[in-house]
């Protein structure tokens, strides 16, 4: 994810000619959107959307990915990816399940970045996602020092853009329209 803020991100924003907007992100995306901001003073930089967001590394968190790898071994996740991944879903999946599965990256730990954020923030999780808690958003609030909105959405896991769409796009909206 480091390399992605600190390599891919800017050389993909300036390919693109971003000259002012919002960075929007979601999960692994969005811990890659707060270290780039945290990381860069960037001043096209308006705002970020974080969706369940990773700041540090949760053991519920792991043991959800590990059910992830039995499943898409032993179940039904790897024709269900498929839809979304089409014919790069090993590549996809076994390179975020084998990077968060790995003894080394239980020290994973990105708050030191979100201290240097200075863009707005809004903050979307679902009560019931699986990878992550509120308690990242509580230590996002803890280390940024620009404004954090949270909107948290009920009855909804780990994918708020899907499992409730309307209301997570109306939250983009409200931030947007807050931005100068």
């Given at each position: 994810?480091?390399?992605?803020?600190?390599?891919?991100?800017?050389?993909?924003?300036?390919?693109?000619?971003?000259?002012?907007?919002?960075?929007?992100?979601?999960?692994?995306?969005a811990?890659?959107?707060?270290?780039?901001?945290?990381?860069?003073?960037?001043?096209?930089l308006r705002g970020l959307v974080l969706i369940a967001p990773h700041f540090f590394i949760e053991p519920a968190g792991l043991a959800a990915i590990e059910r992830a790898r039995v499943a898409f071994v032993n179940g039904d996740l790897r024709p269900r990816l498929e839809k979304h991944h089409k014919e790069g879903i090993d590549c996809a999946f076994w390179g975020w399940c084998n990077a968060w599965l790995d003894?080394?990256?239980?020290?994973?730990?990105i708050r030191k970045h979100l201290s240097d954020i200075a863009?707005?923030?809004?903050?979307?999780?679902?009560?019931?996602?699986?990878?992550?808690?509120?308690?990242?958003?509580?230590?996002?609030?803890?280390?940024?020092?620009?404004s954090v909105t949270r909107f948290i959405i009920a009855n909804c896991g780990h994918a708020p853009h899907r499992?409730?769409?309307?209301?997570?796009?109306?939250a983009i909206h409200t931030l947007i329209n807050r931005l100068p």
């Open positions: 994810m480091h390399d992605e803020a600190f390599e891919v991100l800017p050389a993909a924003l300036d390919r693109v000619g971003f000259y002012g907007g919002i960075l929007l992100g979601h999960s692994d995306g811990s890659i959107a707060a270290i780039y901001a945290g990381a860069h003073s960037d001043d096209r003894p080394n990256f239980e020290r994973w730990d863009q707005p923030v809004l903050a979307i999780q679902g009560v019931n996602d699986e990878y992550g808690s509120l308690e990242q958003l509580d230590e996002l609030e803890t280390y940024c020092r620009a499992e409730n769409p309307a209301a997570t796009l109306s």
